[in-house]
């Protein structure tokens, strides 16, 4: 099993929030950046937030910037994902994953877990 367990999903109604939590261990403590995917049935994987370990440089895609926020505790080895504002279209699984090019950051992943459901109603 990939050494990344996510944590924090469940369900909201529109405008609520919730909290993702990963915790890092064993080899995906080597990555330079870490980030988070989602993906909706139907669609396809995309990249929502990444941050470089060492720098704290983040990025997000357009449609949840503003809204979500990634953060790092580098000292407990764990990714956070805080998403304010939620609405339907951010229903997904999430998952904690690894960039293969951090300068890259969003385009494509290497390896991730097992993931967290997130589901927002209206």
């Known amino acids: 099993q990939v050494p990344l367990v996510e944590s924090g999903g469940g369900s909201v109604q529109a405008g609520g929030s919730l909290r993702l939590t990963c915790a890092a261990s064993?080899?995906?403590?080597?990555?330079?950046?870490l980030g988070w995917i989602r993906q909706a049935p139907g669609k396809e994987r995309e990249g929502v937030a990444t941050?470089?370990?060492?720098?704290?440089?983040?990025y997000y895609i357009t449609s949840v910037q503003g809204r979500f926020t990634i953060t790092q505790n580098n000292a407990k080895n764990t990714l956070y994902l805080q998403m304010n504002s939620l609405k339907p279209e951010d229903t997904a699984m999430y998952y904690c994953?690894?960039?293969?090019?951090?300068?890259?950051?969003?385009?494509?992943?290497?390896?991730w877990g097992q993931g967290t459901q997130v589901t927002v109603s209206s």
């Open positions: 941050i470089y370990r060492s720098e704290g440089s983040t």
């Open positions: 064993g080899y995906a403590l080597d990555t330079y950046c």
């Open positions: 994953a690894a960039p293969r090019n951090c300068y890259s950051p969003l385009s494509d992943f290497t390896y």
